[in-house]
């Protein structure tokens, strides 16, 4: 999962993007409603965690102008005002969550969990195909229900591709969902980790090349998932 955070307290952000990059999420930074004006409308986001008092442009407008040019990544506010006129005013601007400070940062990593979850039309946590399943809360892989161990690059990059099962994935949009912004992979190294995976999930053929497009991520008996 892409998130972007929006906070102009550097300590918290730092502590934020640790926190969400220690449970295998991509997080992106910025300290004012301007720069998250634009990021939100150029890069491709799953989720935001936006604070109300930004310098240079305030939390709510930078909300509003996210959806009024159709952008409609899960938004989670995260500010220390608690008052319900604020709660009503983020929630009419477009946000999908709204948690006061102090907080702990393992409910901001499950609230964004759980927003991805609905966001994907998810009524259950668990995401299963096949012999493989995923717990999108506690961010676990089971194989033939036996703990599957993965790295941290590719625990993201299962995870992204078993979200969208059955589509195909490019590699392009798997790159912006596991590195971060200003990391540019070498061409190689997708291919690498691909493979990596594949023997993790062996003998079960699960992630499928589509040559000059993509991955996708289907059972193979399943017509209808690799037509």
């Not at 668990?126 to 690059?153: C, N, S």
Request: glycine share 6%; aromatic share 4%; net charge negative.
């Amino acid at each position: 999962m892409r998130v972007l955070i929006v906070e102009d307290d550097e300590v918290l952000a730092r502590a934020l993007r640790q926190a969400l990059q220690h449970a295998g999420m991509v997080p992106d930074v910025c300290h004012d409603g301007h720069q998250a004006q634009v990021l939100g409308c150029v890069e491709r986001y799953d989720a935001a965690v936006l604070d109300l008092g930004l310098p240079g442009q305030d939390g709510l407008s930078t909300l509003r102008h996210w959806r009024e040019q159709g952008q409609h990544f899960s938004v989670l506010v995260l500010t220390a005002r608690s008052r319900w006129s604020d709660k009503l005013d983020a929630f009419q601007a477009g946000a999908d969550d709204y948690l006061t400070k102090p907080f702990l940062e393992d409910e901001v990593v499950t609230r964004l969990r759980v927003l991805h979850r609905r966001h994907q039309g998810r009524a259950t946590p668990i995401v299963t195909v096949g012999p493989l399943r995923y717990d999108t809360i506690a961010d676990r892989f089971q194989l033939d229900e036996r703990h599957l161990t993965l790295t941290a690059q590719e625990q993201r990059i299962l995870a992204h591709l078993i979200q969208r099962a059955g589509q195909v994935v490019s590699r392009a949009d798997i790159a912006e969902h596991v590195y971060a912004r200003d990391l540019d992979p070498d061409s190689n190294t997708l291919d690498v980790l691909i493979g990596r995976i594949r023997r993790k999930l062996s003998p079960h053929t699960l992630i499928h090349t589509e040559r000059g497009r993509g991955y996708r991520l289907a059972l193979k008996e399943d017509p209808d998932a690799l037509a």
